[in-house]
């Protein structure tokens, strides 16, 4: 009997924390321009961060307008993430490089890492997310 109360406390314990979920506010900096979008990636773990949006666990997006603005990602669980994002000027979804690789459009990382010879890394970009809005500020470089 006191297995089964144990075990269901953990479980009733595991479910209050899986249904505390919260906002978590972008605030974009330094956009060029009022073309295209700015475009969002949420990441929970090291693969596909920052080139590929596709293993990202949340995107978002908002019309581009020059200075700042602000993109909503809703409902996500308490956590440790990255973001990456850019900025779309031609829509076609993707971050267009040149041929060395080098981004040709607005991009930025959480904690705003700026590798010179490499694409940032999840682990320098990582923040907390906890049970209430999170708000962050990413500048992004042209």
Same mark, same amino acid.
């Given at each position: 009997?006191?297995?089964?109360?144990?075990?269901?406390?953990?479980?009733?314990?595991?479910?209050?924390?899986? /249904?505390?979920?919260?906002?978590?506010?972008? =605030?974009? =900096?330094? &956009?060029? %321009?009022?073309?295209? $979008?700015?475009?969002?990636?949420?990441?929970?773990?090291? $693969?596909?961060?920052? *080139?590929?949006?596709? #293993?990202?666990?949340?995107?978002? #997006?908002?019309?581009? *307008?020059?200075?700042?603005?602000?993109?909503?990602?809703?409902?996500?669980?308490? @956590?440790?993430?990255? &973001?990456?994002?850019?900025?779309? /000027? %031609?829509?076609?979804?993707?971050? %267009? =490089?040149?041929?060395?690789?080098?981004?040709?459009?607005?991009? @930025?990382?959480?904690? %705003?890492? #700026?590798?010179? +010879?490499?694409?940032?890394?999840?682990? *320098?970009?990582?923040?907390?997310?906890?049970?209430? *809005?999170?708000? +962050? /500020? &990413?500048?992004?470089?042209?």
């Amino acid at each position: 009997m006191i297995i089964y109360i144990i075990f269901s406390l953990f479980i009733n314990h595991l479910n209050f924390y899986d /249904t505390q979920r919260g906002d978590i506010d972008v =605030t974009v =900096t330094g &956009i060029s %321009n009022q073309k295209g $979008e700015i475009m969002v990636a949420l990441f929970d773990s090291p $693969e596909g961060f920052p *080139q590929n949006p596709g #293993k990202a666990i949340k995107l978002g #997006k908002s019309p581009a *307008q020059k200075g700042d603005i602000v993109v909503h990602l809703k409902d996500v669980p308490p @956590g440790k993430y990255a &973001i990456a994002l850019f900025h779309d /000027t %031609n829509g076609d979804a993707i971050l %267009n =490089t040149n041929f060395l690789g080098i981004p040709k459009e607005g991009y @930025g990382v959480s904690n %705003n890492i #700026k590798n010179k +010879l490499s694409a940032p890394k999840f682990q *320098q970009a990582i923040f907390a997310h906890g049970m209430d *809005q999170s708000a +962050l /500020t &990413i500048s992004i470089n042209y």
